[in-house]
């Protein structure tokens, strides 16, 4: 029964959003209060709806009722609980209703904390919002029903895919979608501002907000991505350019770009084509992701679906979102004159750098992954591109944009002087470079990558922190400490996302540039050396899991004769779903990670270890996560909160909270 109240809300909240997709949008042409008024309780009703559908299909997996097709697909009695609650997104079916309650809360997010914003805006972002979930409720009920009931049901499941029972695998979809999905707001004030064919400073700060949080989600939800690949498939790697990876990743640099361009617009009033096109691009790519995600077109071990029809469908929710969207873009392009002017040395003009070079790299990574199909398409040819054309194509963006970052970040608005700016930067600068000669000095014969990412890295962080420094003016060092402290957490949240951005630089170079490895065949009992450690191999234990049985190998580290731990590596094997996975053993440092992985037996006895030395491997997520703290920080800012606004008595785009 609560299966079938599930599926009744999700078709009800499907008319509620038709309806919250007309008449708001009717009553902001129209200019009658009520009929946009109508869509806060809308947006509030769908989230109802669809929370109450999304927890009828958990109810499913958590008491394991088997009568639905996707439980039998995707969860077994024997599955630990959190494994059974993740089932519900770990399938195509159930991720895209969890992907539909995000668009839901977010728009009702704007209803209940859009306060400030024009009646007609909201009106607008709202009904263009509830489009968006319209159309992807309507795919649902037309190819992928969550709620499919079995005729003869069986006594049990299939099992959720092994690589996908992880603690890491577990999170990492929902602030991925959070941050694919949230960028729909960003689209969504974007539409609704063509719509009104008006882009003001007012509108630059209204967005800011939307895209920064975002943003947040998407570097959380990339992390926990990278953080899985690294210590659950037993090859190493934190970034392998897989094309599902990548299309997490090109929003991600689009958001960047259009976090940026939106101070461009609140300050200045500038730029305003270009970040309108920004937001519609990034949700675009957002969609792009979800239909590499599920077409079948492009084979990753992330796929969630291959049926043709379905990525048919998505690719016309695509067509139809994006080429609207380009098309109204194209008929108000009147209507973003920019007002703002500015010299060509201002942070102004770096923020447009800063802009191309995000852009141009997206589109680099886009080209990567799409051009093996292209390929086949277009040429008969079958393609592969890997991760040395990536490596070859993106880099150079990345040390460009790292290099002009702490310059960008302290010249002054309108006009600046690249002199007086570089004055302090000066001895950072050199400082950067002494440390990568002294790198380089250390690692006489290896490759220029640790060095450069040690130079780019510190001077990152060392000009985040100059750029604080700065904002506290001039005087006695303890009033400056004062204010210091006294500064907006917008400015302390640029600067430590920049500095996570600089410690991920350093830490990906060094991981890359200094890793070794080793591989061998080891008796129970022997030992050997390996980057200055002692490795023994003690026994191999056959241990029973929950839903699995393993081989663990028990692994002693030593160092000078001490042992400083010991590591368990285990091949497991999943009975039911009939698949093994890998589980590396890690003794994490602040400095380095030693990383043994158990392989196969060998037939002549032993069994194949392989280890890796992994230099800065926790700084690379270490650096993701001070990022997030920056974003939070600069979402914690009352300037940039959504209802942050002075109250006004009449609506209109001038009722935002002037720059400052």
Not at 43 to 55: D, K, Y
Not at 308 to 327: C, N, Q, S, W, Y
């Amino acid at each position: 029964m609560i299966v079938e109240l599930g599926h009744f809300a999700l078709i009800l909240a499907f008319a509620v959003a038709l309806a919250q997709m007309i008449i708001p949008m009717i009553g902001a042409h129209k200019g009658w209060p009520d009929w946009m008024a109508a869509a806060q309780p809308m947006a509030t009703t769908q989230f109802l709806l669809i929370g109450f559908s999304f927890a009828a299909l958990t109810w499913a997996f958590v008491t394991s009722d088997f009568s639905l097709r996707i439980v039998v697909e995707n969860s077994h009695t024997a599955k630990p609980l959190i494994y059974k609650i993740s089932g519900v997104w770990g399938n195509h079916e159930g991720s895209m209703l969890l992907w539909v309650l995000i668009v839901v809360l977010f728009g009702a997010c704007a209803a209940w904390f859009g306060g400030n914003l024009p009646a007609t805006l909201r009106a607008r972002v709202l009904g263009v919002q509830s489009s968006i979930g319209a159309a992807f409720m309507a795919f649902i009920l037309a190819t992928s029903n969550p709620f499919d009931r079995l005729a003869s049901p069986p006594f049990n499941g299939r099992d959720l895919n092994p690589l996908l029972q992880d603690p890491g695998l577990a999170f990492h979809p929902p602030f991925l979608y959070l941050g694919y999905v949230g960028l729909s707001m960003a689209f969504s004030f974007a539409v609704a501002a063509l719509i009104e064919g008006r882009v003001d400073a007012a509108w630059g700060r209204w967005v800011r907000p939307w895209t920064l949080a975002a943003w947040i989600f998407l570097t959380i939800g990339i992390a926990l991505g990278s953080w899985w690949a690294y210590y659950e498939l037993g090859w190493g790697g934190f970034w392998f350019w897989d094309p599902v990876e990548n299309a997490s990743f090109m929003p991600w640099l689009l958001a960047a770009a259009l976090l940026h361009s939106a101070i461009v617009v609140e300050k200045r009033e500038a730029l305003k084509a270009w970040t309108i096109l920004l937001a519609i691009l990034a949700f675009g790519f957002s969609l792009m992701g979800t239909f590499i995600v599920r077409s079948g077109l492009l084979t990753s071990v992330h796929a969630f679906a291959n049926d043709p029809e379905r990525g048919v469908f998505i690719l016309l929710i695509f067509a139809v979102f994006v080429g609207g969207a380009l098309t109204l873009y194209a008929a108000r392009a009147g209507t973003m004159e920019a007002r703002g002017v500015f010299s060509s040395v201002s942070r102004e003009s770096a923020l447009v750098v800063n802009n191309v070079l995000l852009a141009v790299s997206a589109f680099v990574v886009f080209i990567g992954t799409m051009w093996p199909m292209f390929a086949d398409m277009f040429l008969g040819r079958t393609l592969s591109v890997g991760a040395p054309f990536f490596d070859m194509a993106f880099s150079p963006f990345m040390v460009a944009l790292a290099t002009i970052m702490p310059v960008g970040a302290m010249l002054p608005w309108k006009r600046g002087d690249l002199r007086r700016t570089m004055r302090p930067l000066w001895p950072l600068a050199v400082l950067s470079v002494a440390l990568g000669a002294l790198v380089w000095a250390m690692q006489t014969g290896r490759s220029a990558l640790g060095p450069v990412g040690a130079t780019l890295g510190l001077w990152v962080v060392l000009g985040a922190g100059a750029d604080l420094w700065a904002r506290t003016g001039r005087g006695a060092l303890a009033g400056r400490l004062r204010r210091l402290t006294r500064l907006p957490r917008a400015d302390w949240g640029k600067a430590t996302a920049h500095a996570g951005l600089g410690v991920t630089l350093f830490a990906a170079a060094g991981l890359t540039a200094w890793e070794a490895e080793d591989i061998r065949v080891l008796q129970e009992g022997e030992s050997y050396s390996f980057a200055g450690y002692d490795i023994t191999l003690t026994e191999v234990r056959q241990v029973q899991g929950p839903n699995y049985n393993s081989d663990m190998g028990v692994f002693e580290l030593a160092r000078g004769g001490e042992v400083v731990s010991e590591l368990t590596p285990e091949k497991r094997r999943y009975p039911v779903a009939g698949m093994p996975t890998t589980e590396a053993g890690i003794d994490s440092g602040f400095l380095r990670d030693v990383y043994l992985v158990l392989g196969d037996p060998q037939e002549g006895g032993g069994w194949a270890v392989r280890s890796f030395l992994k230099p800065l491997a926790n700084w690379l997520w270490g650096g993701a996560i001070i990022m997030a703290l920056g974003g939070l920080l600069s979402l914690s800012d009352r300037r940039y909160r959504v209802a942050s606004g002075r109250a006004r008595k009449q609506p209109g785009p001038a009722a935002a909270v002037p720059a400052e």
